[in-house]
């Protein structure tokens, strides 16, 4: 099952209270996988490497937005954009961070109901390697490492983003693949799949 717009797993709708008024969230969406196509090479390389997989939704996703009184918009469902093949992440971030979002564990625990998410540096590979008994692959970049804030367990898969320094667009910098067996450890960045790298291999795979 896949499911779209998703916020708070222990709710059937996602409404917020502002002074206007009670806001909810569009119904999710929920898909089953038409076809799923995991990488050739996953985990024929390195430690975890071409940790990726793409999804074909069974009918379109619904992209949506809604528009408040108080000049507000929500987007709840919405697009991403691939990077381009040649893409540098740390040039295109030009310090900024990259937000990463999942529902995996937090310093509370594992029992994540609401979707969290965080800002976390990138780290490039010269720094990142020796965390991994230097085995990183080209297609593997960093983030994190900055104090208690990090991916952890059940985030596996999960989108980190950056933006262009004048523009809200989102781009989809990489997905959470693994780190250490502590997370939020100050120093310690983890690893996730370069997008960028592997965006011949989606482009080859995409349909009408």
Same mark, same amino acid.
């Given at each position: 099952?896949?499911?779209?717009?998703?916020? !708070?797993?222990?709710?059937?709708? !996602?409404?917020?209270? #502002?002074?206007? *008024?009670?806001? &909810?969230?569009?119904?999710?969406?929920?898909?089953s996988p038409a076809e799923i196509i995991p990488?050739?090479?996953? %985990?024929?390389?390195?430690?975890?490497?071409?940790? #990726? =997989?793409?999804?074909?939704?069974?009918?379109?996703?619904?992209?949506?937005?809604?528009?408040? $009184?108080?000049?507000?918009?929500?987007?709840?469902?919405?697009?991403? &954009?691939?990077?381009?093949? %040649?893409?540098?992440?740390?040039?295109?971030? *030009?310090?900024?961070?990259?937000?990463?979002?999942?529902? /995996?564990?937090?310093?509370?625990?594992?029992?994540?109901?609401?979707?969290?998410?965080?800002?976390?540096?990138?780290?490039?590979?010269?720094?990142? %390697?020796?965390?991994?008994?230097?085995?990183?692959?080209?297609?593997?970049?960093?983030?994190? /490492?900055? /104090?208690?804030?990090?991916?952890?367990?059940?985030?596996?898969?999960?989108?980190?983003?950056?933006?262009?320094? %004048?523009? +809200?667009?989102?781009?989809? #910098?990489?997905?959470? $693949?693994?780190?250490?067996?502590? &997370?939020?450890?100050?120093?310690? +960045? =983890?690893? @996730?799949?370069?997008? =960028?790298? @592997?965006?011949?291999?989606?482009?080859?795979?995409?349909?009408?």
């Open positions: 099952m896949i499911r779209l717009g998703e916020h !708070d797993l222990s709710t059937e709708g !996602d409404c917020q209270t #502002l002074p206007s *008024g009670v806001v &909810c969230a569009p119904v999710h969406q929920t898909f990488h050739p090479t996953f %985990n024929r390389r390195g430690t975890i490497g071409d940790d #990726l =997989a793409l999804i074909r939704l069974d009918r379109p996703a619904i992209f949506n937005n809604q528009s408040h $009184s108080i000049s507000i918009i929500t987007d709840f469902v919405r697009p991403v &954009c691939l990077p381009s093949a %040649n893409h540098d992440t740390e040039t295109f971030l *030009g310090g900024r961070f990259a937000t990463v979002s999942g529902w /995996g564990v937090t310093e509370r625990g594992p029992d994540t109901q609401i979707l969290q998410k965080v800002l976390l540096p990138f780290v490039n590979q010269d720094e990142c %390697n020796p965390h991994f008994n230097n085995g990183l692959l080209q297609e593997q970049i960093c983030f994190g /490492g900055d /104090g208690p804030r990090d991916s952890c367990f059940g985030d596996s898969g999960g989108p980190i983003v950056g933006t262009t320094a %004048n523009s +809200p667009i989102s781009v989809l #910098l990489g997905m959470v $693949s693994f780190g250490q067996p502590s &997370c939020g450890v100050a120093g310690v +960045p =983890a690893v @996730y799949t370069n997008v =960028a790298s @592997y965006r011949p291999w989606i482009l080859s795979n995409l349909k009408p």
